[in-house]
Nanobody, 124 residues
Framework: QVQLAESGGGLVQAGGSLRLSCAGS????????VGWFRQAPGKEREFVAT????????YYADSVKGRFTISRDNAKNTVYLQMNSLKPDDTADYVC?????????????????WGQGTQVTVSS
């Protein structure tokens, strides 16, 4: 079993930056692809970014491309989401997920393990 714990959320002004962390425990996530999703109140869960087990394959949602960077440190069993140039539209609960495959995926149903989420609020 894999447990995931997000951290790093908070309140930031538009244009600011935050770095989210997704720490794995239990079984290692170093062999799994990991993705970040977000959900704003009243909206569906939205794909943000995903990374393969080695970091060689990375995909981003168009809405965050050029502003967000996903990375991983398998020695620390942790995946990161660096968020720059934040906008009020980025306000959401951010959740990381891992899937029992090494290749990344874009849809929530393709993931097997989920964290509890961390809130990101961007003020205008």
């Amino acid at each position: 079993q894999v447990q995931l714990a997000e951290s790093g959320g908070g309140l930031v002004q538009a244009g600011g930056s935050l770095r989210l962390s997704c720490a794995g425990s239990g079984r290692t996530v170093s062999n799994y692809a990991v993705g970040w999703f977000r959900q704003a109140p009243g909206k569906e869960r939205e794909f943000v970014a995903t990374i393969s087990w080695t970091g060689a394959m990375i995909y981003y949602a168009d809405s965050v491309k050029g502003r967000f960077t996903i990375s991983r440190d398998n020695a620390k069993n942790t995946v990161y989401l660096q968020m720059n140039s934040l906008k009020p539209d980025d306000t959401a609960d951010y959740v990381c997920a891992a899937r029992r495959w090494r290749t990344p995926a874009l849809r929530p149903y393709e993931y097997d393990y989920w964290g509890q989420g961390t809130q990101v609020t961007v003020s205008s």
